[in-house]
């Protein structure tokens, strides 16, 4: 039962984040199942339920991306596929609960202190976002929890808020497509495990949609304080349980 619960709030979480309600949210979804099943089964669990939503997304928000940033940073980011699908592959369990316990505690630490850092007086360079693209798309493939490097690096250049959320929805969806043959070489993607969990696919297009709705009805602060409490227990849990 416990994994029924979980399996179902990730999908949601999926939908809510791909729908526009923040990268805390699917940052929280591998340690989430991480806590029921071995981390090399979770990012395969997840992977294909975050390549749907991508889809929703990329419909919602086509054509609103920034292609200078998506060259940019695609090249390092496939390197950083390559590297995280590797690690991902040879680390065992407790490492690999320990390395997502750690990024997940950075991605609390980066929200916490992240008005701070765009506060200072930056100077952007083209290596800056060379190398966001390629240690976020390294985090992504590990633990799927690419989004704090990518949101820094993006947040710094000051781009439109639409074409903020456009860029980092086809950057992640070129992420993720590129992640499938690794994790299906690595034999880390189990079709039969997908078939298991298809019940919640319905979930994540509703989803979208609900968080496509209440984006501008609820209490961003208050929201972000809560996932960030969950966030750290989560990372807790992982880097101590």
Do not use: C
């Not at 992977?47 to 939503?53: E, N, Q, T, V």
């Not at 984006?215 to 304080?225: D, G």
């Amino acid at each position: 039962m416990p994994t029924i619960i979980i399996l179902i709030i990730v999908a949601i979480l999926i939908g809510l984040s791909k729908g526009g309600l923040g990268a805390a949210l699917v940052v929280l979804v591998t340690p989430l199942l991480s806590l029921v099943m071995p981390v090399q089964e979770a990012v395969g669990v997840v992977l294909p339920l975050l390549i749907l939503a991508d889809g929703f997304a990329l419909y919602f928000y086509w054509n609103t991306w920034d292609m200078y940033y998506v060259r940019l940073m695609l090249p390092l980011g496939v390197v950083g596929v390559i590297i995280g699908t590797y690690l991902l592959a040879t680390l065992d369990n407790t490492t690999l609960r320990h390395i997502l316990g750690t990024f997940t505690l950075l991605f609390v630490v980066y929200k916490l202190f992240g008005d701070r850092l765009l506060a200072a007086n930056y100077q952007p360079r083209d290596w800056h976002g060379q190398v966001a693209g390629g240690v976020s798309a390294l985090a992504s493939a590990l633990a799927n929890n690419g989004a704090p490097p990518f949101t820094a690096y993006m947040l710094l250049q000051k781009v439109p808020a639409r074409a903020f959320v456009g860029t980092t929805t086809l950057f992640f969806a070129i992420i993720n497509l590129l992640k499938m043959p690794g994790l299906i070489v690595a034999e880390i993607f189990d079709l039969n495990r997908l078939i298991d969990v298809i019940w919640v696919v319905p979930l994540i297009p509703l989803s979208v949609w609900v968080g496509r709705q209440v984006i501008n009805r609820i209490n961003q602060r208050a929201f972000e304080s809560i996932m960030l409490i969950v966030l750290l227990i989560a990372s807790l849990i992982l880097l101590f349980g």
